[in-house]
């Protein structure tokens, strides 16, 4: 019986991880893109039980294994990339940078209801990030944030809101061309402006908060990866270096970022370093990367990590960047093959006419 037991619970953690596989944007196959660690995780404990437990006798028992182990190497290989084991994709800053070439940036997920904001605003104070997006901001969240920081950021761009889906930026280098658009959706704000770094230079920032595909908030993954395609071709014909930031509601690993990441020709200071899981702060079992912070190729990182936790479900998601376009060639990502660009451009459109059908219901 307890043979049976395990066979069963690993099949149904290899079924679990396998499911995102599927080319569907039902919200109950997109959420099983989330927990990818938990169910690697639990295939290993499952093969790591049934060698101590049993000692393998006949054929199903091998098979099982087999399985088993074919499952977890799929699984660990979807997030290798996210380790030590392989190459950074964004490189060390150089020796002798100068503070005219460095740009820190810093992503929080406030959590709407959440109402503790000192230690947020401690660390905030402390790191002096040059670039700040809120999310899930309210109009209290805004004159919070205004009466602790207003003075020491310039330049605002402010889009309070009550859905959770408000969305305030500071600034304090210059912002150029500022604009508030709603992408996908008239209640889901994003922001994008030109920054202008102290050396004069200029790069293009995008930072959005997409809806995650879950019931409550959106039935299916289209409008996320909609707009998430929309940034990456925008970023792929940019003229300009460019940064996106917020929280994507979407894994680093996930089919969606990786092709964001493709399409868009952005690095990820993430990969060859560690997984900066976000969310969720309270769930240390439950932990993943909801928020991004993707960069073009001339940017260099010198420092990045996860915030204080403060009340909400999310860590603050950093990183210290230093512009250096002159070694861009170093680390810039190859070309989005014909294919990859279809698939974008697939998903913007299968957006379009489901949007179409359900108007005309």
């Known amino acids: 019986m307890w043979r049976k037991s395990f066979q069963i619970i690993g099949i149904i953690a290899a079924l679990m991880s396998l499911l995102p596989l599927l080319a569907a944007d039902y919200w109950w196959i997109r959420a099983f893109d989330f927990p990818h660690l938990q169910f690697t995780g639990f295939t290993l404990l499952a093969i790591i039980l049934f060698f101590f437990t049993f000692k393998p006798k006949w054929i199903n028992d091998y098979f099982y294994i087999l399985i088993l182990l074919g499952c977890f190497a799929f699984q660990f290989y979807r997030f290798i990339d996210y380790t030590p084991f392989v190459s950074t994709e964004v490189s060390e800053s150089s020796d ?122 959106n039935p299916k993954s289209t409008d996320r990866d909609k707009e998430l395609m ?31 990441k493709t399409v868009g020709k952005l690095l990820d200071v993430r990969i060859g370093r560690g997984f900066y899981n976000t969310y969720h702060a309270k769930y240390p079992i439950f932990r993943w990367s909801l928020d991004h ?48 660009l279809d698939r974008a451009k697939e998903q913007m459109n299968r957006s379009e006419k489901e949007n179409v059908a359900d108007n005309s219901k």
Do not use: C
């Open 96 to 217: 002798g940078i100068t503070q005219e070439d460095i740009v820190s940036v810093y992503n929080v997920n406030l959590l709407q209801e959440n109402k503790e904001s000192e230690a947020l605003i401690e660390e905030i104070k402390s790191k002096q990030p040059d670039i700040i997006v809120f999310t899930e901001a309210n109009q209290r969240w805004k004159e919070t944030i205004e009466s602790s920081l207003g003075n020491s950021y310039a330049y605002k761009i402010e889009q309070p809101q009550e859905n959770t889906y408000g969305m305030l930026l500071y600034s304090k280098m210059e912002l150029i061309d500022g604009t508030i658009k709603f992408r996908v959706d008239p209640k889901i704000p994003s922001i994008e402006a030109k920054v202008k770094m102290r050396n004069g230079d200029l790069f293009q920032l995008y930072a959005i908060h997409p809806t995650p595909p879950m019931p409550q908030h």
């Open 230 to 260: 929309q940034i990456a071709l925008e970023s792929y014909e940019a003229t300009l270096p460019v940064v996106v930031m917020g929280d994507f509601n979407d894994v680093a690993w996930s089919d969606s970022t990786q092709l964001t």
């Open 293 to 340: 912070i993707l960069t073009s190729s001339e940017f260099r990182l010198k420092d990045n990590g996860t915030g204080v936790s403060f009340g909400s479900d999310h860590f603050p998601y950093w990183v210290v960047l230093s512009f250096e376009p002159e070694l861009s060639k170093e680390q810039t990502p190859e070309e989005p093959s014909e294919a990859d």
